[in-house]
């Protein structure tokens, strides 16, 4: 439960990031975009998951997509 906890806070905390870069930045925000939309889409597949009856941790990192893509990057600062 715990780390199920801890991956939405990140992935909140990463969508919160992409929407202030989003919002500083004036020029071509598409890729930004796009990050945060699928974001939120890991955070509704999560959050599905994590409140359906018979739903366990083991499951939801089985359908958990990759976020490895996630890292920071300098240049967004």
Do not use: C, H
Request: glycine content about 4%; overall charge negative; cysteine-free.
């Amino acid at each position: 439960m715990m780390m199920i906890l801890y991956q939405l806070a990140k992935r909140l905390d990463e969508r919160n990031r992409l929407q202030r870069t989003i919002d500083a930045s004036s020029g071509d925000v598409g890729a930004l975009t796009t990050q945060k939309e699928q974001v939120e889409e890991q955070l509704q597949t999560q959050a599905s998951a994590w409140s359906a009856d018979g739903q366990d941790e083991f499951l939801l990192e089985a359908v958990a997509p990759d976020t490895t893509w996630m890292q920071p990057a300098d240049s967004y600062y």
